[in-house]
């Protein structure tokens, strides 16, 4: 996982995450269905109004 800080959080903040791409997503649900766990990266900013104050990247299991 890599974080990325670039301004300071001085109002309400709010965290987006970007979808993966079709094929990355699809993979993700197959695994998941045959295997019962899977992983997949996801990227998330954090946002104070219109200014993007964060950027953090990491891997996410699912687990049944």
Known sequence: SSIQYHH??????????ESPDAATF????????????????????IM???????DFEGEFVAIT
Do not use: M, S, W, Y
């Open 48 to 54: 104070d109004g219109q200014i993007p104050c964060v």
């Open 8 to 17: 300071p959080v001085r109002g309400t903040l709010r965290a987006v995450c």
């Open 26 to 45: 699809n993979e993700f649900k197959e695994h998941f269905a045959t295997k019962g766990k899977a992983r997949i990266k996801l990227h998330v900013r």
